[in-house]
Structure formats: C-alpha cells, structure tokens
C-alpha cells in the first residue's frame, strides 16, 4: 500500500511569488491534514480537508489556502509568499468518519520551502 | 486551547538500555487522544503508539510502552532494549477528536549511543 506522497520534495521561491504544494493520501483516505514546521515554532496545524470541503484551519492567514479534489488528493496554496513562510510543510491522510482528529494520521515526508 | 509539553530537549541513551520519554499535556476535554510520533532525519513523521483517554490500560507496541496518568496529565514514552535505529525526534501529540487537528510538544531529541 503506497503512503502519503508529497510533491515537491524541496521548492524554492522568492519573497512575493506564490508556491502550491501537492500532497496524494493513502488510499481509501478521505480526510487530509497540513501542517508547518518551522524551525524554532514547532509544529503547527495548517488546515484540515474531509470530503471535498474545509473544515477547518488553524492560526494563519488568508493567504494560505488550498483545497481538495474528489480524488481526496489536496493542493495547499501559499500567496505573497514572506520569509518566515521557510518551514518543512507535511501533509498527513487518516479515513475520519465524521468527527475527525480520532484516527491515527499517516504524513508524508514533506516539502520544504524555502524563501530567498 | 490545549497544550502540550516535552520538557527534555534531548536525551541520550546507550544502546540495549531503556530510556523515559516525557509529556505533559494540559486540556478541559474528558474524552481525548494522544499519540507518539518519531521523526528520524528523513523527516518523515511515523506513528509510534496511541493512546485513548478513556483506556486505563497503558498501550504497549513491542518495544515501546506508554504510561498514561489522566489525572496528573501525563503521557511519558519508555523504550526498551533501544537501538540505533530509534534515534530520531519524538513528538507528543493530542487530539480531542474535534476539528483542530494535532496539538504537538515541541520534540526530544533521542540520541543512541553505541
């Protein structure tokens, strides 16, 4: 069984331009997670995705987003990119039947951004 | 908002030995979950073991067993007979099963010493 992909492996940018990562669950996985990891900030839950919609999103602005197809696959979406946005971002799937945050979540091995 | 707290930013253990790993946490839910994940240097995050709050028995996964204290709000991770393969970052994770995804402590870094 193939786990959580993630592409790219690593993306560079500069300050100002956009980056769009791509995370593909587990098969059978309906819910996808996103989280940062920021050197020194720990970390930090992004957005949460299940059937297609948002259903929730942590503590960080507008200008992250993203969204989720109905092949469960998701894209997260970062605009006006800034330099404290450098940071590991991981993707994580687990099949939640309703409530979400109950199951085990499987993660990707990431992509790291980084800002010049 | 829930928190949780890994007070050891690193631990060293020699090889074959077993090693306590610490983790408090702080929340008002009744019914929640908490979990290990480990983090080698392939950054990949791996789940170790997880733990229901309404369990009152420890789980256990080989070498790997937790000591869940509800009351006191800890979740500590032992390893038994470690191996080099278990360096890595851990991480402590909670989960009330709502929409907020994990809440996770900052990490212990686990060294192995041959």
């Known amino acids: 069984e193939a786990g959580v992909t993630q592409s790219p492996t690593h993306l560079i940018k500069t300050r100002g331009q956009q980056a769009t990562l791509r995370c593909s669950p587990i098969?059978?996985?309906?819910?996808v997670y996103w989280y940062q990891q920021a050197l020194g900030l720990g970390l930090q839950f992004l957005l949460w995705y299940d059937e297609g919609e948002e259903r929730n999103r942590g503590n960080f602005p507008p200008r992250f987003s993203g969204r989720q197809f109905p092949n469960y696959s998701s894209e997260l979406n970062v605009n006006a990119l800034e330099l404290e946005d450098s940071a590991l971002y991981l993707c994580a799937s687990s099949f939640e039947p309703g409530t979400g945050g109950n199951q085990p979540q499987h993660f990707g091995d990431g992509t790291r951004l980084s800002i010049l | 908002a829930q928190t949780v707290t890994q007070s050891q930013p690193e631990m060293s253990v020699q090889e074959a030995e077993t090693v306590t790993l610490s983790c408090t946490y702080d929340t008002s839910e009744s019914d929640y979950y908490l979990f290990w994940y480990k983090q080698p240097p392939s950054r990949q995050m791996i789940l170790v073991i997880r733990?229901?709050?309404?369990?009152?028995q420890n789980a256990t996964e080989n070498r790997f067993s937790v000591n869940f204290q509800k009351a006191a709000k800890s979740f500590s991770l032992k390893i038994s007979d470690s191996q080099l393969g278990d360096a890595a970052m851990y991480f402590c994770?909670?989960?009330?099963?709502?929409?907020?995804?994990?809440?996770f402590g900052k990490g212990t870094h686990l060294i192995i010493q041959p």
């Open positions: 733990q229901e709050a309404y369990k009152q």
């Open positions: 098969s059978g996985h309906t819910s």
């Open positions: 994770a909670y989960s009330a099963g709502g929409a907020d995804g994990l809440t």
